[in-house]
Structure formats: structure tokens, C-alpha cells
């Protein structure tokens, strides 16, 4: 495990980049965070999913999104459309590497960052697999104003961390659904059944789509994939999927 850290847009982001034993080059999957997240997620489970990829024989590359985790930048600064920009510097920092297969890259995506890695893929050419864990499907309906800001205010405190108006603006900006049929590559969604955060009905809207989509709803999953036998579904789908797909 490798830590990494490149800039983007004059900031600098920090990730860890896992490659599997023995001599490349390596599919790689870059891996988008949470809204709130970080490079490593409840539980750990980007760390330990990472592992058991790079196993595999699957490079990962996790990072922090600028105003998150260990990167530069205040929180309440963020949007959407700045943590596809930082995807984008992600996946271009992974394909320079010369253990990395620069012609089997893949995306995962983690409730917002099923939005975020949705939106990447359809920007760029080099993406062949999307797994998306609990996407957000409707950003707008997420970050309304009347949910996250109060008539001129411009931000909102949510205790650890203040958001800002951008992020409520920009929501408009982003269909990840539709980000999807444009790149057309094959997809899978898993999804918790009892997830109160970003309900099951979101992950099914991905399904409306050209090419390979498949759908494994996770019974008795919440948004946290709490549970040692959810958990074990969920890595083994991952790792899987990728297999299969890279």
C-alpha cells in the first residue's frame, strides 16, 4: 500500500493506492466516497474491500476528495461538480502509473459517490465497469434548499461539519442516472433493503439503461452495511463483479 498525493485545481488530495503481489500491469478501480466520507468509510470497509481486491489481482485507488478527509480545503466549499473534477485527476494519476493497465480501469461509487463516479464515467473513454454501492439517484431531491438552507443563509451547520450553498445549487447540475445511459458500459448496483438514508428505490433507478445492469438488493442492509454477513455479500459482489467485468 502506497500513499499518494497529487494536486488538482491548486489543491492537494491524498490516497492509497493498493497493488496486488507479482508483476503487472494491473486492472485498477478508483473509489469515490460518501457524502461526508472519506477515503476509508464506515467500518473501514474501503480499506478492507481494497485488500481483498488487490488479492484479486486488482489495484484500488482510494482518496480523499478536496475539503474531505486528509485533502485540502474546507467542507462547506464543496459540490458535486468538484468531486467529479477530482475523480477525473483520480483515475489520470492511476493510468500514468506503469503497473496500472491503463486500458481496464473501473469505478466504484458509495452513496454520493455513486452520483460522482456515475457522472465520471460518462465524461471520459477509459472506463470499462461501474459498481455503484447505495447510489444517490436525484441530488436535487438530497440537497434541497428548504431541507439544507434556511432563506438567505449561506451555509448550514450540520455539527461536524457546515455545508454551503454551492453544494445546494449545484445539485441541479448533476443526473447520474441519465450520466449512465450516455456511457452505456456495463453497471451493477447493490443496495440495502432497509436503508433509510438513500432508499432502495434510488439503486433500482439505475436499471433503466442500455448494455449490462444488474441489481443485488442486500436484505436487511442499511446505508452503513453494518454486519459481518452484509458485509461479506457486499465484498464478494465487489471483488467479483470487477473479475468478471475488467
Known sequence: MECIQFENEGLNLVGMLHLPHGVGPFPAVVFCHGFTGQRYEPGWIFVRVAREMAEAGIA?????????????????????SSEISDAMRALDVVKSRPEIDAGRLGLLGFSLGGTVASETAARRADIRSLLLWAPVADPVAL????????????????????????????????????????????????????????????????????????????????HGWFGADKQRILFDNTVGWFRDTL
Open 143 to 222: 440537497f434541497s434548499e428548504d431541507k439544507y438552507l434556511i432563506g438567505d443563509a449561506e451555509t448550514l451547520d450540520l455539527g461536524p461539519l457546515v455545508i454551503g450553498r454551492g453544494l445546494v445549487e449545484d445539485a441541479a447540475n448533476h443526473h447520474p442516472v441519465e450520466a449512465t445511459r450516455r456511457w452505456g458500459g456495463p453497471l451493477k448496483v447493490i443496495h440495502g433493503t432497509e436503508d433509510a438514508a438513500v432508499p432502495i428505490s434510488a439503486g433500482e433507478a439505475y436499471m433503466d439503461g442500455p448494455g449490462r445492469r444488474e441489481f443485488l438488493p442486500v436484505p436487511g442492509a442499511e
Open 60 to 80: 484500488v485507488f482510494r482518496f480523499d476528495c478536496r475539503y474531505s478527509g486528509e485533502s485540502d480545503g474546507a467542507f462547506q466549499d464543496m459540490t458535486i
